[in-house]
């Protein structure tokens, strides 16, 4: 069974990882109304410099809306179909099931900073970035075996395929009756020697850290609340 993590910690988590990695860009938009996060990790300042252009980052999650003002002048490219191993369905729709955390979590990367009718909104801490999303869940958010995540290892396959500098997975293994499989471990090994930066939270509140933050070469972060 997976836990999936609050789109805050890895907004923060995003910051500092982008920070390494992207090119310098100027910007060339005003600043979208603020959030706490945005004074605090002073992404109006970073953003003068940089806003991830040349970057590409994928988020593996249960599923994304597509149709969120928020994506408004950003690059979010969905794979098409989920790696559910039980329902394949298409992904991106605003009835796709299960998909407002992988929602969230993309929004703090590349999201616009406003909402239905221009409300304040979400703003990513890499809006130039490239995001590039796989689903894995099913219709109306079915589980799709996924405990074990051979359906995770399929998702990271196709991130590393197609290019990706960044690989965010917001979830956990919260059953230790359902340890994660070897193609999991290889499929990120994979990544990882394709010189992918891999990154995976802990569980929100005080259980043991598990897999995929485990792994070795993870870069691991924690909740903000």
Known sequence: MLSRRSA??????????????????PASAAPA????????????????????????IAVIDGGINLDQPEFAG????????????????PVGGPNYGGAAHGT??????????????GAPSARGVAPGAE?????TDGDMGTDCNTGNMQVVAAAVDQAIADGVD???????????SEPPNNLTYDAL?????????????TPNDDSPISFPATMNGAVTVESLE
């Open 189 to 201: 090994i994979r990544a990882q020697q394709a010189g992918i930066v891999v990154v995976a939270s």
């Open 166 to 176: 960044i690989i965010s997975m917001s979830f956990h293994v919260v059953e230790a």
């Open 33 to 56: 109304p603020s959030s706490w996060y945005v004074d605090v990790l002073g992404l109006d300042q970073v953003h003068q410099t940089t806003r991830g252009e040349g970057v590409t």
């Open 131 to 135: 995001l590039r999303f796989y689903g």
């Open 74 to 89: 950003s690059t979010v490219i969905a794979h098409p179909r989920s790696f559910c191993d039980l329902d394949p369905v």
């Open 8 to 25: 805050l910690a890895f907004g923060s988590l995003a910051a500092l990882t982008l920070g390494a990695l992207l090119t310098s860009a």
């Open 104 to 117: 969230n979590v993309s929004l703090y990367v590349v999201g616009n900073g406003a909402g239905l009718n």
